[in-house]
């Protein structure tokens, strides 16, 4: 398998082309850096390679790093990016572009950055108004301490709303200039924090396992906002092949504080699990047809629904919906071979609980390959106070 450079919705669904039928051969081809950074598609990017590291007993990976001495630092740039320390924390062994063995050594790198990733300061491991997260459960750095508390068996346990909202907070102060961050009304940061809260809560109850309880061999769940702040001359370069995401862009407006770029704040989040469907019907994917996959997905949007036999409220995915309404926001959801979006700037008003109006991907396939866990991508307007 290659991964390009460019990290983009339609690399990564090519990427999952090629990893239909049999179990993929040889090492995934890794660059050392990504660019072309649009909407989602750096997470989209994670899920592919999650795909294919639990297609494989022992994944393997080809990088560009020189040898295990790494002069260039370039086992460093890579695990300082999203998709590159997912796969080094995926993979069982990683080559150099000469062939020598340098598993052990990147690892390193990628564990040193994960410290960082799940300290109280995730912030300092960012690189340019990015923010990330990650937990990795199959070697046990599942619970970082910015997400979690211990209870009193000393087991963790998630943090609320409340610790979320200060995460957004964190979120502004890294991704959004300071002459922009200082006007963003709390109410636009609650809405973030609430939205990331019920997202990532989605993962603890239903990620960490398949769909008959077992516990996955490869998990990660991972979190990443950016801040994409896009000329009106570079429009059609962030959209690139994407008609939805066009047509929400071309209905915002840059902020009257700034009167200059659109400013769009994005969060991803991406697990390993069973995804939506499997999830809620306890059924493997192979055994539902693609019909019956996309009714038991929708279902989840409702109200109440829930896979879980403990008594949750299954009122995560409506509150993020109500958010995104509110707020005028984008949603893009990839699980199993379902490939949706909802535009939710046309929804404003609805009455909480409504079924959002989820299409389609556009694709020239009626089935999308299919994808391992889950990657729902959110994109807000970013509001500023004039």
Not at 326 to 343: C, I, K, N, P, V
Not at 361 to 384: D, H, K, M, Q
Request: hydrophobic share 40%; glycine share 8%; with cysteine.
């Amino acid at each position: 398998m290659l991964v390009t450079k460019a990290m983009t919705v339609s690399a990564a669904e090519a990427m999952l082309s090629g990893l239909e039928g049999d179990a993929p051969r040889g090492p995934a081809k890794l660059p050392t850096k990504g660019h072309h950074h649009h909407a989602g598609g750096e997470a989209a990017v994670v899920q592919a390679l999650i795909t294919w590291a639990q297609m494989i007993r022992h994944p393997a990976l080809q990088t560009y790093v020189p040898n295990a001495e790494d002069p260039d630092g370039q086992m460093t740039t890579l695990t300082r990016q999203f998709f590159g320390i997912a796969a080094a924390l995926l993979c069982d062994r990683a080559s150099a572009v000469n062939g020598a063995v340098i598993s052990e050594a990147l690892r390193t790198h990628a564990l040193a950055r994960l410290d960082v990733l799940q300290s109280e300061r995730p912030r300092e491991a960012s690189r340019g108004p990015q923010y990330e997260v990650l937990c990795v459960d199959h070697l046990d750095r599942a619970a970082p301490r910015l997400l979690y508390d211990l209870d009193l068996e000393g087991q963790p346990s998630l943090k609320g709303t409340s610790a979320f909202i200060e995460i957004a907070r964190q979120i502004d102060r890294t991704i959004v200039p300071r002459e922009l961050s200082s006007s963003i009304p709390p109410s636009f940061t609650d809405a973030v924090g609430g939205a990331l809260y019920e997202l990532f809560r989605n993962t603890e109850d239903h990620a960490r396992v398949d769909e008959r309880g077992n516990r996955l061999g490869r998990s990660i769940r991972g979190v990443q906002a950016r801040r994409h702040a896009i000329p009106q001359t570079k429009l059609a370069e962030f959209v690139g092949t994407s008609p939805p995401l066009a047509a929400y862009c071309a209905r915002l407006r840059p902020p009257r504080a700034t009167n200059k770029d659109l400013q769009l704040i994005e969060i991803s989040v991406v697990d390993s699990g069973p995804g939506f469907a499997a999830a809620i019907t306890k059924r493997p994917l192979a055994e539902l047809s693609p019909m019956e996959e996309a009714d038991a997905v929708r279902r989840c949007f409702q109200k109440h629904a829930t896979g879980k036999t403990t008594s949750r409220s299954g009122l995560g995915l409506p509150n993020v919906v109500d958010i995104l309404r509110e707020h005028g926001g984008f949603m893009r959801l990839r699980t199993g071979r379902q490939s949706l979006y909802a535009d939710l700037s046309l929804e404003r008003g609805t009455s909480y609980g409504t079924l959002p109006e989820l299409v389609a991907w556009p694709s020239e396939r009626e089935v999308f390959p299919r994808a391992s866990g889950t990657l729902l991508t959110i994109l807000l307007p970013l509001v500023v106070e004039p």
